[in-house]
């Protein structure tokens, strides 16, 4: 039986899919003159390689509180903020300076996202990717590489799906077995993968 928290084996090959994307320079100005070390990670280079509109910039970094710092004094508009993330405003775009999870290098932060679509990363010289980026960005599918929040991949598939995204009969069924699989405890929502608003209405919470 399929165990709902355990993760698929890793399919990211470092260099594997490094061909940087043709406009990935509209993302150049967060790393001008950087002093902390960061990358850009998620659903934004599906904006970058399709030419739609990016949403938000979502910044991962071993000091997420280093990087805020940075952007506070290069003078970025801040807007929110909250135990996960710090919003920013620049250029036209938002900024989110991720502090919830903290990675060592942008391969280690690929490896806990759960779809291909999103599974490509940038730290202003190298671009990696999943292998099947590319091919599933154009495609309009979602699938499945990490299932370690059942509930958060589900919010994040229905919010691709409502962006032309299609999932996968497999990954379907995979989910749909894995949402099943989960033992809720709602009186501990630390200990699980549920979350409270301020509220206390129940919510699920991930890298979105």
């Known amino acids: 039986m399929e165990n709902a928290q355990n993760k698929s084996p890793p399919q990211h ?64 508009k801040e807007t929110f903020e909250n135990a996960w993330v710090k919003n920013f405003h620049h250029v036209g775009m938002t900024v989110q300076a991720i502090k919830k999870f903290t990675y060592d290098t942008p391969q280690k932060t690929l490896d806990d996202f759960d779809f291909t679509i999103v599974s490509a990363a ?40 409502s962006r032309g995204f299609v999932m996968c009969p497999v990954g ?10 989960i033992k809720a405890d709602w009186e501990n929502p630390d200990e699980n993968i549920f979350d409270f608003y301020p509220d206390g209405t129940p919510t699920v919470r991930g890298i979105d």
């Open 122 to 161: 940038y730290d202003g010289h190298e671009f990696i990717a999943h292998e099947r980026f590319y091919l599933d960005v154009a495609q309009r599918r979602i699938v499945i590489v990490n299932l370690v929040k059942p509930l958060n991949t589900l919010k994040r598939a229905l919010k691709y799906a």
């Open 172 to 181: 379907m069924s995979r989910l749909s077995k894995a949402v099943n699989l």
């Open 13 to 76: 090959t470092p260099g594997s899919m490094n061909e940087k994307p043709a406009s990935l320079s509209k993302l150049d100005f967060l790393f001008k003159d950087s002093k902390t070390k960061f990358w850009i990670a998620g659903g934004c280079f599906i904006g970058i390689v399709t030419g739609s509109k990016i949403k938000d910039i979502d910044v991962f970094a071993p000091d997420p509180l280093a990087v805020i710092s940075e952007f506070k004094a290069r003078g970025y």
